[in-house]
C-alpha cells in the first residue's frame, strides 16, 4: 500500500502561480499512474491532470490545459503539479492519487489517495 503526502497549497492572487507536490512512501512508485483531481466545496470531485508510469504521457481536464502541467520523479517517489496563471474558479482542495491498474480519468479507477491540500486564489 502506498502512502501519498500533498503539499504546497495556498492562497493565491488571481493570476499567480504555486507549484503543489505529493510524496509517495512506496518504493516501487513507479508501477503506479499518477493523478491530480480537486474538489470544490459542494461539487463532486474532478479530474485535473494524470501522468503514466514512465512519465512520458500527460493528460489533462479542458479547464486547465496550457495552464497547469504534471511531472514526476521516478527517482524521489515524487509526482509535482505546475499551476499558473491561477483563477478563482481554480479554488479546491487538490489530491493526489496513485492508480496501479489501467491510465484513466475516473477518480474511482484510482486506489490510492492523499488527504489534501487546500488552493485559495483570490479574485
Known amino acids: 500500500q502506498v502512502q501519498l503526502v500533498e503539499s504546497g497549497g495556498g492562497l493565491v492572487q488571481a493570476g499567480g502561480s504555486l507549484r503543489l507536490s505529493c510524496a509517495a512512501s512506496?518504493?516501487?512508485?513507479?508501477?503506479?499512474?499518477m493523478g491530480w483531481f480537486r474538489q470544490a466545496p459542494g461539487k463532486e470531485r474532478e479530474f485535473v491532470a494524470a501522468?503514466?508510469?514512465?512519465?512520458?504521457?500527460?493528460y489533462y481536464a479542458d479547464s486547465v490545459k496550457g495552464r497547469f502541467a504534471i511531472s514526476r520523479d521516478n527517482t524521489k517517489n515524487m509526482v509535482y503539479l505546475q499551476m499558473n496563471s491561477l483563477k478563482a474558479e481554480d479554488t479546491a482542495v487538490y489530491y493526489c492519487?496513485?492508480?496501479?491498474?489501467?491510465?484513466?480519468?475516473?477518480?474511482?479507477?484510482?486506489?490510492?489517495w492523499g488527504q489534501g491540500t487546500q488552493v485559495t486564489v483570490s479574485s
Open positions: 512506496e518504493g516501487t512508485f513507479s508501477v503506479y499512474h
Open positions: 501522468i503514466r508510469r514512465s512519465g512520458g504521457s500527460t
Open positions: 492519487a496513485a492508480d496501479r491498474g489501467l491510465f484513466g480519468i475516473n477518480p474511482n479507477g484510482y486506489d490510492y
